[in-house]
């Protein structure tokens, strides 16, 4: 059957299940929008700027654990969407992103809106295409998912000619499975590897998993909770890892490294084993590698045989499918009680726990993690938080408590500024069901605000909480700890926040004490569409505990102790 190249695009999409598809056309992409009308069952969602509908796709995905689809023209559209890629990349996000080239005969001649994007994008895409040829558009596509979601996920962009979409070619479907010889994906753990590794578990005396954001790609929550159950080995997560391991099991510990407990660190550094499910030791999550976990034998399971030995050396590395992985060693692996280690443990976390801000009598000001406790206990929990990067997303992990997978999203290894709205938009279409907040701050939120505008279009349901405090906060933070307080280009000034929402025709809402929170909390939930509130937090509030970058974990900065109320900003300082 006779189809231009852009008809094939869309037959692939149909075909591989994708029902929203987030971009914005220009000229190197027409073909492809125009033939886009003829195929209605797939929803799209025009972004107000390229690097929102990367961001839009990678939060389609996190949601759903499926491939998130995004599209661009050549040139600076096709630019626009790198630092979505790149942050796609960093946490082994499924996207596959379609891109607009001129036309064949231009290319390398500095036409207009044309960029190599494929040369751009190559250290940041797990696999990258240039397609000049309408008979190569399908084959192209159909791998480009195949090898997004296959192994260890990623972001793979397709780039297609403008000729390439107008010309026609005879398209059969797609029929045969995809086959690419040089791409096999390690799904099974060699045995020599696993039985030395049962070996050095039955052997521990105190151990810690460190379970990553692998556990829930993988799908390896109940394998992990089983293992879990029959080792009684406590649980440290990473940032990307919170919701694999359920935070009300007495045996999570919580989140580890630079913005981890402190008995979580402490523990680790204490350890005579660590189970690395599905992470890969960055420098957040480590410190200083010299004195890492020092007394520790090391496990790391991953299903990249690359992360292996990369930032750790480990004693075993078992490189396979985390939850094939799992389920073996709950077959192998003798049942263990550990009560001195695990009461070792309440022991630190009895001592951390007294410095916690939620035990201190209200002051009157408002605080942070007071907006981010209150949202977690009037949602029930039961809520999906996207968060943008700096204070409040720390906050956000220490004190919204994630029961499941994929509740809550966020930009670990990248750290991007401006993820929050727009990835929660793409999530939103992947979960209809569930509830979202955004929180974000004063500065993040102003890096991609445009797409407020695309909340409005499409009438989405969304919150969005900002926590303003007048700062780039985190930046801020180590001004205060380490630069003697010299707030160099940290004071930020913002638009009214509650203006802004109402000139989208949103709804916002303004809060300046804790007492104000239930209400304006419970106002956006009965609200149907996007509701904004501005969260008026103290300016110079800090994120404790921290681990300051490159210092041993043991040398964590910790909460101030305190029997009255907290005085933790500089303005508020007796």
Known sequence: MKRTGAQVIWEVLRGEGVDTVFGYPGGAILPAYDAMLDYPGIHHVLVRHEQGAAHMADGYARA????????????????????????????????????????????????????????????????????????????????????????????????????????????????????????????????????????????????????????????????????????????????????????????????????????????????????????????????????????????????????????????????????????DLNRAVAPRKRPEWLAHIDELRGDSAVRDIQRLPDDGHLYAAHVIHDLWRLTGGDAIVVTDVGQHQMWEAQYFKHERPRTLITSGGLGTMGFALPAAIGARFARPDAEFWVIAGDGGFQMTAAELSTCAQEGIDLNIAIVNNGFLGMVRQWQEFFYERRYAATPIGSPDFVKLAEAHGLRGLRVESRGEVAGAVEAARATKGTVLIDFRVEQEDAVYPMVPAGADLDQMIRRPERSAPIYETGRDEL
């Open 64 to 327: 759903s654990g499926k491939v998130g689809v995004c599209m661009a023209t050549s040139g600076p559209g096709a630019t626009n969407l790198v630092t979505g890629i790149a942050t796609a990349m960093m946490d082994s996000s499924p996207i596959v992103c379609i891109t607009g080239q001129v036309p064949s005969a231009f290319i390398g001649k500095d036409a207009f809106q044309e960029t190599d994007v494929t040369g751009v994008t190559q250290p940041i895409t797990k696999h990258n295409y240039l397609v000049t040829r309408a008979e190569d558009i399908g084959p192209a596509l159909r791998e480009a998912f195949y090898i997004a979601r296959s192994g260890r996920p990623g972001p793979v962009l397709v780039d297609i000619t403008k000729d390439a979409q107008q010309a026609e070619v005879d398209w059969r479907g797609a029929s045969e499975p995809v086959r690419l010889p040089g791409y096999r994906p390690t799904l099974t753990a060699l045995p020599e590897e696993f039985q030395h590794a049962v070996e050095l578990i039955d052997a521990a005396e105190r151990p810690v998993i460190l379970a990553g954001a692998g556990v829930i790609q993988s799908g390896a929550q109940a394998e992990l909770r089983a293992f879990v159950d029959r080792s009684e080995m406590p649980v440290a997560l990473t940032l990307l890892g919170l919701g694999g391991f359920p935070a009300s099991h007495p045996l999570c510990l919580g989140m580890m490294g630079m913005h981890g407990e402190a008995w979580v660190n402490r523990a680790i550094q204490q350890a005579d084993l660590l189970l690395a499910f599905g992470m890969r030791f960055d420098d957040r999550v480590t410190g200083k590698l010299e004195t890492y976990a020092p007394r520790a034998r090391k496990i790391h399971v991953d299903i990249d045989p690359a992360e292996i030995n990369k930032n750790v050396p480990v004693d075993v590395g078992v490189v396979g499918d985390l939850r094939d992985v799992l389920a």
